[in-house]
């Protein structure tokens, strides 16, 4: 894989056809439309309620497509910031509005990473789990 390469699934051509697909459904089915409004009144609304809190600005609130991306908030990476320009652009594109849910992994386990250590002169893999602030970190392996 090249370094500059980006491995979206589905592909990045493909979302204009996905909404579209998506906007045409949503139509075909009104009693679900009136709820998906209803939600769609709460998302927005927080949504813009946190975007004002940081930027202290006033925005205006719009009819576009609801455009959703998602992670959990302990591991952010490289390709979260990928996906979340992606979105934006996507979202621009269609006079949409994108927004990042954060997924709450407060319950389990959240994952592990590992690392080098440096320990009594001997390189070693280390490993430390998200869990908890402080996890226990496991020694060479």
Request: net charge negative; charged share 20%.
């Given at each position: 894989?090249?370094?500059?390469e980006?491995?979206?699934?589905p592909?990045?051509?493909a979302w204009?056809t996905?909404?579209?697909?998506?906007?045409?459904?949503?139509?075909?089915?009104?009693?679900?439309?009136d709820?998906?409004?209803?939600?769609?009144?709460v998302?927005?609304?927080?949504?813009?309620?946190?975007?004002?809190?940081?930027?202290?600005?006033?925005l205006s609130?719009?009819?576009?497509?609801l455009?959703l991306?998602?992670?959990?908030?302990?591991?952010?990476?490289?390709?979260?910031?990928?996906?979340?320009?992606?979105?934006?652009?996507?979202?621009?594109r269609?006079?949409?509005?994108?927004?990042?849910?954060?997924?709450?992994?407060?319950?389990?386990?959240g994952g592990?990473?590992?690392f080098?250590q440096?320990?009594?002169?001997?390189?070693s893999l280390?490993?430390?789990s998200?869990?908890?602030?402080g996890a226990?970190?496991?020694?060479?392996?």
């Amino acid at each position: 894989m090249d370094s500059a390469e980006v491995i979206c699934d589905p592909e990045f051509d493909a979302w204009d056809t996905l909404l579209a697909k998506n906007l045409d459904w949503r139509h075909s089915v009104s009693s679900l439309f009136d709820a998906q409004q209803s939600l769609r009144a709460v998302v927005t609304k927080c949504a813009y309620q946190y975007t004002r809190e940081l930027f202290d600005s006033d925005l205006s609130m719009h009819d576009g497509p609801l455009l959703l991306t998602g992670h959990q908030p302990r591991v952010y990476h490289p390709g979260i910031l990928v996906k979340n320009t992606l979105l934006e652009r996507f979202a621009k594109r269609h006079k949409g509005l994108g927004i990042n849910v954060i997924i709450d992994t407060d319950t389990g386990d959240g994952g592990h990473f590992y690392f080098p250590q440096y320990t009594n002169g001997q390189i070693s893999l280390g490993q430390a789990s998200f869990a908890a602030p402080g996890a226990e970190t496991y020694g060479a392996q």
